[in-house]
């Protein structure tokens, strides 16, 4: 099964990509590897389409947390689709940095950001395992509850 036809067992129908909200590109890519930038849990293609504003701790628990980082992942593989024109060139997810924007006393994000590498992981089998961070923040743009990005090593 392909990444693609995976993504839509579970659910997902891939679409295009947010657009930045300031002065940088989605991606970056360099020799085999793409670096995409950080996402946050919007809906994919609607930059406007806030799902979640808070922080975990606070307004959120680590369900809800869990849920806006699957949505995350699933934002960052749309661009990576739109990077690579095919999922299955993907060769290896190498790292994912998850920010979580926490309450002062919030100490769960790495729970939070499984919902990332969880979502990958099913996408990609053993090719979705990953170096990762999850780290907390005291603030992220538009008050999103979590922003992802990660770095996709790619076969041509």
Not at 29 to 55: E, F, H, M
Not at 88 to 98: A, E, M, N, P
């Amino acid at each position: 099964m392909t990444p693609e036809e995976k993504l839509k067992e579970l659910g997902f129908e891939l679409q295009e990509p947010n657009a930045p909200i300031a002065n940088y590109v989605p991606w970056v890519r360099t020799g085999n590897l793409i670096y995409l930038s950080g996402q946050g849990p919007n809906r994919a293609g609607d930059t406007n389409a806030t799902v979640y504003d808070g922080k975990l701790g606070e307004r959120y628990g680590i369900e809800e947390g869990y849920q806006a980082a699957q949505q995350t992942a699933f934002n960052l593989l749309c661009a990576l689709k739109a990077a690579t024109g095919d999922l299955s060139k993907v060769s290896r997810i190498v790292k994912v940095l998850g920010m979580v924007n926490s309450a002062p006393d919030f100490a769960d994000q790495p729970k939070v950001i499984n919902g990332c590498s969880e979502l990958l992981v099913e996408v990609f089998g053993d090719k979705g395992k990953h170096a990762r961070s999850a780290v907390g923040m005291g603030a992220l743009p538009n008050n999103i509850p979590v922003e992802i990005e990660f770095i996709a090593e790619v076969e041509d």
